[in-house]
């Protein structure tokens, strides 16, 4: 373990989903601001080796990284704040965790021993907690324990978390998540959740250091002595998190109450000088003031809940601050678009995203809008299942082949314009073994691709099995479509566009999980200023 390595870990309570995954990115962005080396892990309490095989309604988008793991959603924040590349070990899940110690014991490495939670499982997990440690690259490891205290499973981490603060005294600190509920009937938040989950936590033996308190309302100092005195941290470190307008504001609303200083104060390091925000505070001035707007329909199958898409969302934000134009995306579920109706549903839309996805559900719907966005010049961008989509209704309506599918929509159709990949044809299992992570594409000079990225070779992450079948490519060229992007190892088509157009560009990796606030990405950036045209 690198000698100079603070880990901090971060952890909820009261209930789910109050923002442990921004809180993390926040202080991370404040202490990469100050000069430091910080990276950011999430472990996840669920019993999945990684979320590629959950459905996003269970746990919104899977985010994928350079080295081609599926991770948690949160995993995007992390990147989109830090704009630092993060990695299979960014992110840990129990089964993960289990899965490796089961294979220790098969292999005899714990011979003669009864394997028990205590310490096996919690000696695994600090060693996932440690590796980020290890390369000695970072000053600063934020370790969001996924979850609220008390739940069941997340009890070997927070067991974890109370060894490491044994072992590593003032390396180690716990940042407590936590709600102040406020009742309207009597008009006050009320502090009780609070202390009931600073309770249970040290009951597991775990004294939290700093208390960051969701709330609707602003803290006065009355709550902060009294939260304080009963869950033994200092009034200074009962941190106030109010509602934001955006997640990007954040950063600033933590700055403001001090977060960085207090942490470092903990971890016996002086906070000297001054926070480099230059540059994030422009983009929230840029985002705050927009100079138009543009209305953009996200077409997909999981609209209902806004984080299966949560990379695309995040994008156009970056996209529209870039064009300075506020991008307000329009939510069609792909499953109500009929050829009847599409007129009335895409109506008064400057652009039309295809989101990508599996399955068949809505695909239909996803065809009929990409032929409405080529025949009536609307900016179209598809993605993955998108692009695949692209190509299906190009085959079908330009090359007449009226039958052409995708053969996992269609496993019967006479022309297969989209084909599983020959590597996937002997794969039986589901997890991990789609065509993931960082591919190079080099990208065809004089075409819409590269005038936006402007360069030849470009790498993009990956998450499919299908792919554009090369034996109909001479039919698409001479149809007029280009294959402007393709993989130069394995000759596979990344890109496609269709000219004459102001923007049709259908892309088989996902640019969005690529954008960030320092990086928007060029695609999303030159769709967006297509749009305003």
């Given at each position: 373990m690198s000698i100079?390595?603070?880990?901090?870990f971060v952890t909820g309570g009261v209930t789910s989903s109050l923002g442990k995954g921004i809180i993390s990115a926040s202080l991370a962005k404040l202490l990469q601001a100050r000069g430091f080396t910080v990276t950011i892990q999430k472990l996840d309490p669920y019993i999945n080796v990684d979320p590629g095989t959950l459905n996003p309604y269970e746990h919104g988008e899977c985010y994928v990284t350079d080295d081609g793991a599926e991770t948690?959603?949160?995993?995007?924040?992390?990147?989109?704040?830090?704009?630092?590349?993060?990695?299979?070990?960014?992110?840990?899940?129990?089964?993960?965790?289990?899965?490796?110690?089961?294979?220790?014991?098969?292999?005899g490495e714990y011979l003669g021993k009864t394997v028990q939670v205590i310490p096996h499982i919690t000696d695994e997990i600090k060693n996932?907690?440690?590796?980020?440690?290890?390369?000695?690259?970072?000053?600063?490891?934020?370790?969001?324990?996924?979850?609220?205290?008390?739940?069941?499973?997340?009890?070997?981490?927070?067991?974890?978390?109370?060894?490491?603060?044994?072992?590593?005294g003032n390396n180690c600190m716990v940042i407590h998540l936590t709600l102040l509920p406020y009742l309207s009937t009597s008009g006050e938040l009320k502090t009780k959740p609070t202390q009931h989950s600073v309770k249970l936590l040290l009951e597991y033996g775990v004294q939290p250091d700093v208390l960051v308190c969701r709330s609707e309302h602003p803290i006065n100092q009355d709550i902060r002595r009294k939260i304080a005195l009963f869950c033994n941290v200092e009034p200074n470190a009962v941190i106030e998190a109010l509602d934001a307008s955006t997640i990007y504001q954040v950063p600033l609303l933590m700055e403001k109450?001090?977060?960085?200083?207090?942490?470092?104060?903990?971890?016996?390091?002086?906070?000297?000088?001054?926070?480099?925000?230059?540059?994030?505070?422009?983009?929230?001035?840029?985002?705050?003031?927009?100079?138009?707007?543009?209305?953009?329909?996200?077409?997909?199958?999981?609209?209902?809940?806004?984080?299966?898409y949560k990379s695309i969302a995040e994008a156009f934000i970056h996209a529209g601050v870039t064009n300075e134009c506020k991008v307000n995306l329009e939510w069609i579920h792909s499953e109500d678009i009929t050829e009847e109706n599409i007129k009335q549903k895409l109506e008064g839309l400057k652009g039309i995203l295809v989101a990508p996805g599996f399955g068949t559900r809505g695909i239909e719907g996803k065809i009929a809008a990409i032929k409405y966005a080529r025949e009536n010049k609307i900016p179209f961008l598809g993605i993955c299942l998108g692009m695949q989509c692209a190509v299906i209704e190009f085959a079908r309506n330009v090359l007449g082949l009226k039958d052409a599918h995708s053969r996992e929509m269609n496993p019967a159709t006479s022309s297969p314009v989209i084909d599983l990949l020959e590597n996937q044809k002997t794969i039986s299992h589901m997890g991990g073994t789609m065509r993931l992570g960082s591919y190079k594409c080099a990208v065809e000079e004089g075409t819409l691709a590269y005038s936006a990225y402007g360069k030849a070779l470009v790498n993009e992450r990956h998450r499919h099995r299908y792919e554009f079948n090369d034996e109909y490519k001479k039919q698409f060229v001479e149809a007029g479509m280009v294959l402007s992007g393709i993989n130069p190892n394995g000759g596979l088509v990344e890109i496609i566009e269709v000219p004459n157009h102001p923007f049709?560009?259908?892309?088989?990796?996902?640019?969005?999980?690529k954008s960030t606030v320092e990086k928007p990405h060029p695609l999303f950036v030159s769709f967006v200023k297509a749009t305003l045209g």
């Open positions: 100079n390595t603070k880990y901090i948690d959603l949160d995993l995007g924040h992390y990147e989109r704040f830090l704009n630092v590349p993060t990695s299979q070990a960014n992110n840990v899940t129990t089964g993960r965790i289990y899965q490796n110690v089961i294979e220790k014991e098969r292999k996932r907690i440690k590796i980020l440690g290890k390369t000695g690259q970072y000053q600063f490891v934020i370790t969001e324990i996924g979850g609220t205290v008390g739940d069941i499973e997340s009890l070997p981490y927070i067991e974890a978390v109370r060894q490491l603060k044994w072992e590593m109450e001090k977060l960085d200083v207090i942490v470092l104060k903990k971890l016996g390091i002086e906070a000297a000088g001054e926070l480099e925000l230059t540059k994030w505070k422009g983009f929230l001035d840029k985002l705050h003031n927009p100079k138009s707007e543009v209305k953009i329909g996200l077409i997909g199958k999981y609209v209902e809940l806004k984080d299966a049709f560009m259908g892309v088989q990796f996902h640019p969005e999980y």
